[in-house]
């Protein structure tokens, strides 16, 4: 194994050092983006809860549960057939 000189060895720290610093930038990057996401979702399914109760009244356990684990599309979908919708039942169609 060949040894670096002084030069290619302060070459090859400075390049992990950048290496290092561009991977957290993108970490960070990526981590904001899913909490910007997941606070959408979670508020999403707060307001979305609080519709269904104003309209049919307390809701089931197994709504809670359905909306709870539900994507953001699935949930503007529920949201959208609330408008029209005569029953629980028909938001989830």
């Known amino acids: 194994m060949k040894l670096l000189n002084p030069l290619e060895q302060m070459f090859l720290d400075d390049g992990i050092k950048k290496g290092i610093k561009q991977g957290l930038a993108q970490g960070r990057q990526e981590g904001l983006a899913q909490g910007l996401e997941q606070g959408r979702v979670e508020g999403a399914v707060v307001l979305l809860e609080r519709l269904l109760t104003q309209r049919f009244g ?17 949930l503007e979908a529920w949201s959208d057939a609330l408008v029209a919708a005569q029953s629980l039942r028909q938001v989830f169609r």
């Open 58 to 74: 307390p809701l089931p356990q197994t709504v809670h549960k359905r909306l709870d684990k539900a994507s953001l599309e699935q």
